[in-house]
């Protein structure tokens, strides 16, 4: 069994699952389904790969809350879609916006430590006991996944030009392709991962939260037995046959949901930023003007006041003359 592999995410599972002490899947509502039903609510899973799984060393009820905890991830994750999706015209203004900050500053957007993804479903998506167990052993596989020899997981060009472009580094976490360097000036080989990645970013808001290969979708359109079973006959799995592909695949989207919103709100900010420079240039500008009318009234009101005097003293001398 190869480090990193699927069999060693079934078994450090379990390890990490047992040894983590009491038992959580009592407290756990499984809406009264089994694992089969769970399976099925999973509309992104490939033909075989749910099989695949049964035949895992895990207990029934480890396995169900497992499966129980996807269905609720795919739930959790699907109810935002809509966000990404009103983002989806502003795109090309967002991308030249990140390309126009500094290196050094797109770099730390694009950085996440390793253990902020399982913070993540922990928080946001309420994700416990025996799947978040799974994802962590996930999420250590997909930052070796250069190491396991499988193929690109991905289904769709921008989905697999993305996963190629997504890396770990131990001094960053999840990043994006880069030279490598983290103090120089510019970043050419960073500016076109992050192309990659705003090529990829539509998909976050459908319509399917992940599309499964066309090969599939058209066999199983067609209802075609034979087709379902010639589809993916050439992927690498583990030993005993288990994939941990969707898992890989929801993890790289979490990444790509982390980095976008990243940037959603630190291109908000600096809208807003710029909205309150342009408010106040032209609350400057109004200030100014009202300065201007006080000081147009104020020049008018000495000038009426100098005719007044004018007036007075004219008549003072009129009156001095009749006397003489």
């Not at 060009?157 to 001094?171: G, L, S």
Request: glycine share 8%; net charge negative.
């Amino acid at each position: 069994m190869g480090r990193f592999s699927d069999d060693w995410v079934v078994d450090r599972s379990m390890f990490e699952y047992v040894n983590g002490g009491s038992c959580t899947c009592c407290g756990i509502s499984h809406m009264g389904m089994n694992m089969v039903e769970f399976m099925q609510a999973c509309s992104d899973l490939e033909t075989d790969d749910g099989k695949k799984e049964v035949d895992t060393p895990w207990p029934t009820f480890m396995k169900e809350e497992i499966w129980a905890d996807r269905v609720n991830l795919r739930k959790g994750m699907k109810t935002t879609m809509p966000t990404y999706k009103a983002r989806s015209s502003s795109l090309p203004d967002i991308l030249q916006f990140v390309l126009s900050l500094p290196a050094k500053e797109k770099r730390r957007i694009f950085q996440i430590p390793r253990d902020e993804v399982s913070e993540i479903l922990k928080s946001k998506y309420s994700i416990g006991g025996a799947y978040l167990v799974v994802l962590c052993a996930v999420v250590e596989q997909v930052a070796n996944f250069n190491v396991t020899g499988y193929k690109l997981d991905g289904r769709g060009e921008t989905e697999v030009d993305f996963e190629n472009v997504v890396d770990f580094d131990k001094r960053g976490g999840f990043t994006l392709t880069n030279d490598g360097i983290f103090d120089v000036e510019s970043d050419s080989v960073l500016d076109e991962s992050i192309k990659t990645f705003f090529a990829f970013l539509p998909r976050l808001g459908g319509p399917k939260l992940m599309p499964r290969s066309k090969k599939t979708e058209e066999a199983e359109e067609n209802d075609d037995e034979e087709a379902k079973e010639e589809v993916e006959p050439e992927t690498v799995t583990g030993v005993r046959g288990q994939s941990f592909r969707a898992d890989r695949r929801l993890c790289r989207l979490l990444l790509a949901r982390y980095w976008a919103d990243s940037i959603f709100k630190k291109f908000d900010r600096r809208g807003g930023e710029n909205k309150d420079e342009e408010e106040g240039e032209g609350e400057g500008e109004n200030e100014i003007d009202a300065k201007i009318d006080l000081d147009l009234k104020g020049l008018e009101k000495l000038n009426i006041q100098h005719a007044e005097r004018k007036k007075a003293e004219a008549k003072q001398e009129e009156n001095l003359f009749r006397q003489v």
